[in-house]
C-alpha cells in the first residue's frame, strides 16, 4: 500500500500512476496537486511496481471544528482493471482512522456499483443522493413583479440565520445519526453567514415589509454561475416567493456566467420541480455514504 501526507513527495505517485496507463489515477492526483493540511493519499499496488487504486482522504477542517471530530471525505474511488475497489475502501478507511479521522464522508456516482458496494464493504452507509441541474445563463428569466428582492444586508444575517438553521434537513447531515442535529443546524447557520460575508458573489433577499421572507446566495466559480442555498420561511412557501427568487438570481447571472449549476437531493422534489420549470436540466447524480468512528 501506498500512503502519502501533506509535506511528502507526489512524484512517487505520479510515476506509478504513469505507468498504469489508466487516466482516472492520474486525473485524481491532477486534483491534488498538493494535498491539503492533514489529508492523505492512499494507493495500491498491482504487485508489478504500478498502481491499481488510488484514493484522497481529504480533511474536512470546517466540517471538523463544527462538530467536534475530525471528519474527512473520500471524493471518489479510482480502480484500475487489476485493483480491487473493497480492498481500497478498506485500506483507506483503515489509514484514516490510524491517523484519527472519526467520520469519513465519500461520494460516488449512482451508476457505479462498483465504488458503492466497495464503500458499503467498508463500512459506509447511504445518507443522500445529490443531482446536479445545469441551464444556460442566457435567455429570460421574468423576475416576477410584486415581490420586493433586493441584495443583503448585514442587518439581515440573524432572519437569514435562523431560516437556514431548519430549512436544509433532507441534507446528509441531517440524515446521519451520528451528527448531532444542533451541530447540523449550526453549520446551516455558519453557511449563510459565509455567504453573506464575501463566500456568495451576492445573496439575493425577498421581503416581506422589510422583514426578510427567503433568499438565495449566487456563487461565480470559473466560468459557471452557482446557486449555493435557496430557502423561503415555512409559512410563506407555495406562494411563488422562491420562484421569484430563482428569477431574480437568473437575471444577475445572464450577464456574469455561461452557466448556472445547482445541487439539491434527489428527493427534494418541489425545489427540482421548481428547477425545472426555470428549463434546468439534471446532468449528474451522485450518493453521498457516511461512516463514522465510534468511540
Ligand atoms: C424549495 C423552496 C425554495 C421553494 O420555494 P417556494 O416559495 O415554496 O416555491 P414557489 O411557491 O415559488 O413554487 C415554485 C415551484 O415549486 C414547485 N412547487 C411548489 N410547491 C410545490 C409542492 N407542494 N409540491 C411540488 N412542487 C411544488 C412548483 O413547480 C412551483 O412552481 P409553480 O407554482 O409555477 O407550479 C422552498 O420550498 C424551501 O425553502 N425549501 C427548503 C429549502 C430547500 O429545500 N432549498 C432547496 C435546496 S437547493
Redesign the pocket.
Known sequence: MLCLAPGDDLAAAWELARRTGVASLGHLLERFPALPEGSLLVGLGDGAGRLSALTVVEALPWDTSIFGMAMGMIPSLEVGPLGSGERLARAAVDEAIRRGFRHLSARAQVEDRGSLWALEAAGFRAMDVVVELQREAGGESAVPVGQAIDPAHPDDLPALEALSAT??E?SRYFADPALPREASEELHRRWIANDCRGRAAVVLVARDGRAPI?YIACLLRDDNGVIDL???QPE????????ALCAAALDWFRTRCRKIV?R?QIH????I??YQ?FGFRIAAAQMTLHRSQRG
Not at 236 to 243: D, I, L
Request: aromatic share 4%; glycine share 12%; hydrophobic share 50%.
Open positions: 430549512a436544509f433532507r427567503g435557496i430557502a423561503v410563506a412557501r407555495g406562494r411563488q416567493v422562491g420562484r445547482v439539491t427534494n422534489l418541489r425545489a420541480a421548481m420549470t
